[in-house]
């Protein structure tokens, strides 16, 4: 089965992206990936995205990667093609954009050289490690610390709800540097998997299973070349890595919403009851009516934030688009929850039943509406920004 192409005639998207969602569309369905074991599917995504060039699009050309810069509306079309088709799929490309953002945004040129080709081609996996246990919404409030030591950096503290956790080769750890200075005595490393002071040992379940875990840092050792960006730029930086990421989480949403209304749409014309079909009944057109519109809705805004960030870019204008991507990440995150839903319902008990693509759908979405900044910190960034404005 493949996923409609049919958005990328909106005047968002241009030639360049046209030409990846059909393709990508084509390639997606003819992947095969056993995922009952996630660490091992998250592995061979990586490898299987990256031999089909998709990973290119996480890094700037720079570097290896298919476009001059890290273009969000590739990444938006990226996304949503592949979490219709597997959100395990969508989240080892994802990770592999969000754990490398911050090298890109503000590697020298010798940690470019280092990480960022590799990402590329799915030879190393990337993290982004932020959230601390007492440290999730109030970023800020870290207090992992980073303390200068021979002639480096000391780490110490924990990380946790770290995606790729134990399965990563390097992970993009943010520090205090400066613990009186709040956001702005944080500083971002970059932590090799396999250094000594490093243990990622302790795995995190959740109900849709994909590889996270707890990082402790027991006084690991850093050359001075492992400090990414400003000393104490780092809330910014990472502010900056999640502005570009939360538009295109709104895309996975979107992907998997889509793929319910498919799912539903499929169903509905073949389930027979009282006579007629499901979709010969009033209540489920209205139902499917609601999706469709729950959809566009949340592809409209997301299509935007990723088109607004591009074209200031390009216009090198750097104009903040955090509220765009709020609006866009908690939108489609909460409507691809309603659509879902829906599409569940619509399914009677074939929905619950373990092994139907609307159940791990179900499972699947719901951590979006917490990941990469909650739904209630979407809704404070927007309100902020708002009472700015
Ligand atoms: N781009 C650049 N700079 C930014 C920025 C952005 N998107 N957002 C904030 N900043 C800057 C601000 O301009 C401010 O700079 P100054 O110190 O120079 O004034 C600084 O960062 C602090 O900003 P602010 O006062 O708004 O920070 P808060 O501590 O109030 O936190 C929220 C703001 C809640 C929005 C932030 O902590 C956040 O996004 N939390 C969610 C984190 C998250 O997504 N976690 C999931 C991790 S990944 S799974």
């Known amino acids: 089965m493949k996923a409609s192409t049919d958005h990328l005639a909106l005047p968002f ?19 095969q990936v056993d995922e009952s074991d996630d660490r091992r599917a998250c592995r061979q995504w ?30 938006v079309i990226l996304r949503e093609t592949l979490a219709f088709h597997s959100p395990l799929a969508d989240f080892a490309f994802a990770m592999q954009g969000l754990g490398s953002g911050a090298i890109t945004l503000a590697g020298t040129p010798a940690q470019q050289a280092a990480y960022l080709p590799a990402v590329a081609r799915g030879d190393k996996i990337a993290a982004f490690a932020l959230s601390e246990p007492d440290a999730g919404s109030d970023a800020g409030a870290m207090t992992t610390s980073a303390d200068q030591s021979d002639g480096g950096w000391a780490l110490n503290g924990s990380k946790t ?7 990563a080769d390097f992970y993009v750890t943010f520090a205090k540097t400066d613990r009186g200075a709040g956001t702005r005595g944080i500083t971002a490393f970059i932590v090799d998997a396999g250094n000594p002071g490093l243990d990622s040992s302790e795995h995190i379940a959740v109900m849709a299973p994909h590889p996270l875990a707890t990082l402790k840092f027991a006084h690991c050792k850093l050359p001075d070349a492992a400090q ?10 990472a502010m900056q890595t999640l502005d570009i990421f939360r538009a295109s989480v709104a895309a996975a949403a979107l992907g998997m919403a889509r793929r319910a209304l498919f799912e539903a749409v499929r169903f509905s014309r073949e389930r027979k009851m009282f006579g007629q079909t499901l979709a010969d009944f009033q209540l489920t057109q209205a139902k499917i009516g609601e999706m469709a519109a729950l959809i566009d809705a949340a592809a409209l805004l997301t299509y ?66 917490i990941y990469e900044g909650a739904t209630e910190v979407q809704q404070l960034i927007i309100g902020k920004a708002v009472l700015q404005s």
Not at 46 to 68: E, F, I, N, T
Not at 161 to 167: A, E, F, K, L, V
């Open 13 to 31: 998207f241009d030639d360049t992206h046209r030409a990846l969602g059909r393709d990508l569309a084509e390639w997606a369905p003819l992947q």
């Open 46 to 75: 990586v490898r299987l995205l990256g031999d089909g060039g998709w990973l290119r699009y996480c890094v700037p050309g720079s570097a290896g990667g298919a476009l001059d810069k890290l273009d969000s509306r590739a990444l």
């Open 161 to 167: 709800w770290i995606s790729n956790g134990d399965i």
């Open 228 to 237: 990414l960006g400003a000393l104490n730029g780092g809330f910014k930086l």
């Open 304 to 369: 935007r934030a990723a088109w607004l960030r591009d074209d200031s870019q390009a216009r090198g204008a750097g104009k903040r688009i955090t509220a765009e991507a709020a609006m866009a990440k908690m939108t489609a995150t909460e409507n691809a929850q309603r659509v879902i839903d829906m599409a569940l319902q619509m399914h009677g008990g074939l929905g619950v039943k373990v092994g139907s693509k609307v159940e791990s759908l179900y499972r699947d979405i719901r951590s979006l509406r």
